[in-house]
């Protein structure tokens, strides 16, 4: 269940009152990171009407040695909250910010309106979760189980009416061609190319098993096919499992050489459809890339 909320200090404008009175009232634990001082976050907070003692925790840049796009301070955030990464969500404005909310494995919430924050497709690139223009758009709510159903539904939502949609749609399609008579384990893989064209794969078993062929490295096959050497800016993959399947280590060595660790893996069950994604370097940190 989502519990608590981390504001970025660029986050912090007028658009975020109501989420902040809304969150205090149903008892949503709420931090805010990045100011240099007192008198900073002081500033930023009058300005958009709140206070210091609005929030549970605050955390300046100077008490965190990594900055971003590494995610320590998100990770230190939700300790002094006293919350798990998966009970906290970030909210930015930033490539980078959304990139270090990926790396301490926190879902993030990217305001792309506003003088100075990253654009749409630039926050979404680096894996926002849910954007909004302005955070006057989030609905109101009561109570945590109310802002934990809004945080689902609004992702879901949101994937639903971008290329990340049309990336695990192509997935779950492609998943029914799968030729698994062994395992029994279906995965079908959709991957974006900075082109912008999309292409899939399924998984192919061999009765030798070392000639099985994964989703994603058929996916990744044929966009190398149709466009050579390409940067692969997203990628989207279904199994047939409760839990969303991750690729597998192989397919996270071959990927390697395509994809930057800021791109962006999202997962998704065909059997729950329950969808989670990490960034590309968090669930492949040491490829083997140089000889």
Do not use: W
């Amino acid at each position: 269940m989502t519990k608590g909320i981390v504001f970025d200090i660029s986050a912090v404008g007028s658009s975020i009152v109501g989420l902040v009175s809304n969150a205090v009232r149903a008892e949503v634990k709420l931090a805010v990171y990045g100011a240099e001082n007192a008198g900073e976050l002081d500033m930023a907070l009058e300005k958009a009407g709140l206070c210091a003692s609005d929030f549970d925790c605050i955390v300046y840049a100077k008490e965190v040695e990594r900055g971003k796009p590494h995610g320590d301070a998100y990770r230190y955030c939700t300790l002094k909250l006293g919350l798990s990464h998966e009970e906290c969500v970030v909210v930015e404005t930033s490539v980078d910010g959304h990139r270090a909310a990926k790396d301490a494995l926190c879902r993030s919430i990217g305001i792309f309106g506003g003088v100075g924050n990253a654009s749409f497709e630039d926050q979404l690139e680096a894996g926002a979760d849910i954007l909004y223009k302005s955070l006057f758009q989030f609905p109101a709510f009561s109570s945590l189980e109310e802002f934990d159903g809004l945080i689902l539904s609004e992702t879901k939502a949101f994937y639903d009416k971008t290329i990340i949609g049309d990336l695990l749609f192509n997935a779950l399609d492609v998943q029914n061609n799968a030729y698994a008579p062994y395992s029994k384990f279906k995965v079908g893989a959709a991957l974006l190319t900075e082109k912008g064209n999309i292409y899939k794969g399924c998984n192919v078993e061999n009765a030798s098993f070392g000639g099985t062929i994964c989703a994603e490295r058929g996916a990744a096959m044929a966009a190398i096919a149709a466009e050579g050497k390409t940067a692969l800016k997203l990628l989207a993959v279904a199994s047939s499992g409760d839990d969303p399947a991750p690729p597998c280590a192989l397919c996270r060595q071959f990927l390697s050489e395509f994809m930057s660790p800021y791109a962006q893996v999202y997962m998704i069950s065909s059997t729950s459809g329950v969808v989670r994604h990490y960034s590309f370097g968090t669930l492949m940190p040491c490829s083997f890339t140089e000889f």
